[in-house]
């Protein structure tokens, strides 16, 4: 697959593959002493919306824009390393994991957290659905399958996505061992919707909420890509319509900066002309915690993975949230 990936104009340069448990081959560095770089050009970045599944193949669409050598590398790709390595048989399991919960969590879960991707349609929509978002990254405002960097495991302070020229992704450095790759900003309930597991972040976004500021509307929503820079720091996109108050996403706890959350928001309600920020960012804190502390009441006399997972990823959103001390000026 290596080979045939060089010919079509990608580049792989000190990488192997080698097993590495449920999420199926990974990405190594064959000498590491020497950088490794992966390369994926444009035309081997397939759309997530060109992408279907076919008595339970996968493949790009007939109508999709893709040339036929893309195409057939695609599908063996797809057979050889992803879909039919693991890929199928790990997201089966996972799905099964959700089926199986009490129903009242399965209400909360869609009810407070909009996990509704993970009960709603099909048992086989479902677990292709899953597998698509868990493979796919974001790159330049579309979810793409990307070959080869999808099997790089995820964490914290890894590989981050780049470009070495326009219409490309890659990725490059020195490890000594396995490849991993940046989580990107998800926070750990972002993470766990993603990709179906645990992990420690340092920050945490708000769930979606609709409140006051003063006498005003404020709809926050859960969209972290939505985003601006401002003084060093990433800031929500936000909008004003028919005086109701839109912000892309919140930001409420950070362990690096646990002043900068409360200081965004005060900054953009100043901008907006609204009073009362203060004790709207508290209601929504507050109303996050409420949320994370129910679930984990809900969870403790359930036992299994899928619930071991849930708690952990609770504690981590509660850890992360607990960062937030103060207020930053932008």
């Known amino acids: ?61 007939n109508s999709a824009p893709v040339a036929s050598a893309e195409r057939d590398f695609f599908a063996r790709y797809q057979k050889v390393l992803s879909w039919g390595e693991v890929g199928e048989s790990g997201a089966t399991l996972f799905i099964e994991m959700l089926d199986a919960v009490p129903l009242k969590l399965h209400e909360t879960l869609v009810a407070d957290f909009a996990m509704q991707e993970f009960f709603e349609g099909t048992r086989a929509e479902r677990i292709q659905g899953y597998f698509l978002r868990s493979r796919a990254v974001m790159w330049n405002g579309t979810s793409v399958i990307v070959p080869f960097i999808e099997l790089a495991r995820r964490c914290e302070n890894a590989t981050v996505l780049g470009s070495h020229e326009p219409g490309h992704l890659r990725i490059e450095g020195e490890v000594p061992g396995e490849i991993f790759v940046a989580f990107g900003r998800q926070d750990p309930l972002g993470i766990f919707r993603k990709f179906g597991l645990p992990a420690a972040r340092l920050h945490a976004f708000s769930l979606p909420v609709r409140t006051k500021v003063g006498t005003a509307d404020l709809t926050i929503g859960r969209n972290p890509a939505a985003k601006e820079e401002r003084a060093g720091f990433v800031i929500p996109q936000m909008k004003s319509e028919s005086g109701e108050l839109f912000l892309s996403h919140l930001m409420l706890g950070n362990s690096t900066f646990p002043r900068a959350s409360r200081g965004i928001f005060y900054t953009l309600m100043r901008e907006a002309g609204v009073t009362g920020s203060d004790e709207a960012f508290d209601r929504v804190l507050q109303f996050n915690k409420g949320a994370f502390l129910r679930l984990l009441e809900m969870l403790e006399p359930l036992r299994g993975e899928i619930i071991t997972r849930l708690r952990r990823m609770a504690h981590f959103q509660l850890g992360a949230l607990a960062h937030c001390v103060g207020a930053r000026e932008l």
């Open 1 to 61: 697959m290596l080979k045939e990936f060089r010919a079509l104009g990608g580049i792989a340069e000190n990488v192997t593959l080698r097993p590495h448990g449920h999420w199926g081959p990974g990405l190594f560095s064959a000498n590491p002493d020497k950088p490794f770089v992966v390369d994926i050009p444009a035309s081997l970045l397939f759309r997530v919306e060109n992408v279907e599944f076919v008595d339970g193949a996968i493949r790009i669409k």
